[in-house]
């Protein structure tokens, strides 16, 4: 009796959650607060915990963002999400869409904005001061396509790396909304392929790496479980060296 009483708990859970599913929308708009980094100049930081470098300083126009839970152990960084704050007095009704590049949580925040960004959000430059004046503000969010006119993806080769035996790199310039959740590298001669650590942020190491040109494999996964393989066009030469970026070749729009 009462086994079949959990059956029919689990059960009825597990319908409820279908339920949820089905109904949840992906471009919904989610309540939350964002602040923003009271120490920045106007751009984001090159020292977020992603490991994006200058990137972070300066991608997007330096609207750039850190998250709490949104960057769920680094999986989040380089997503992009519109966020317009909610007072109409001051905000505009597109706000801003930035770069995850960080972690950060605040006072109940979701995002800590890069300033530029925060007052971004606002309709016009008075309001913007206003804006800022507040600290910490009501928000509304949603997660959206990155783009990078003109860029392909590139492979950006950590200064910690040293060749042959250590190499740690970054992704910059991933298009779309998809997470980069696993990364291969490949020997282009026998095609024996090694499983990259994300050792932090978005940074993805191999000790020792393959050797020889090696060819990147990338799976980009949607927040709906559906996994596909990218393989650039492009090689890692097999000189590769500490703080160069190779160009991919390719690009995606998902
Ligand atoms: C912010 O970034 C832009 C490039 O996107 C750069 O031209 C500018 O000098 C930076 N500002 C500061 C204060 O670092
Ligand atoms: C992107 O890669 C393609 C090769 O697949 C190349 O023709 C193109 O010039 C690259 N674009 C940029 C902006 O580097």
Not at 236 to 245: L, M, Q, Y
């Amino acid at each position: 009796m009462a086994f079949s009483l959990m059956c029919f708990v689990l059960l009825a859970t597990f319908l409820f959650m279908q339920t949820l599913a089905d109904t949840s929308c992906t471009d919904c708009f989610v309540q939350s607060r964002a602040s923003f980094y009271s120490n920045s100049e106007e751009n984001g930081t090159d020292a977020g915990a992603c490991g994006f470098g200058s990137f972070g300083a300066t991608i997007n126009g330096g609207d750039v963002s850190a998250a709490s839970s949104l960057y769920r152990d680094g999986v989040g960084c380089g997503a992009c999400y519109q966020i317009r704050c909610t007072n109409g007095g001051y905000c505009s009704s597109n706000g801003v869409t930035i770069v995850l590049t960080d972690q950060g949580s605040g006072d109940n925040t979701d995002f800590i904005l890069s300033q530029r960004a925060f007052g971004g959000m606002a309709q016009s430059k008075d309001a913007s001061t206003s804006l800022l004046a507040l600290g910490v503000v009501d928000i509304e969010y949603r997660r959206v396509s990155c783009s990078y006119p003109n860029k392909n993806i590139t492979i950006k080769i950590d200064e910690s790396s040293s060749n042959p035996n250590y190499l740690a790199f970054v992704i910059w310039f991933q298009q779309g909304r998809r997470d980069i959740t696993a990364v291969q590298l490949c020997e282009t001669q026998n095609f024996v392929c090694k499983l990259l650590e994300r050792s932090h942020g978005a940074v993805w190491t191999a000790t020792p790496p393959p050797s020889g040109p090696l060819s990147l494999r990338m799976l980009f996964s949607t927040e709906d479980g559906d996994d596909t393989w990218v393989v650039p066009v492009n090689n890692i030469p097999e000189d590769w060296k500490a703080g160069e970026t190779y160009d991919s070749g390719v690009q995606v729009d998902q």
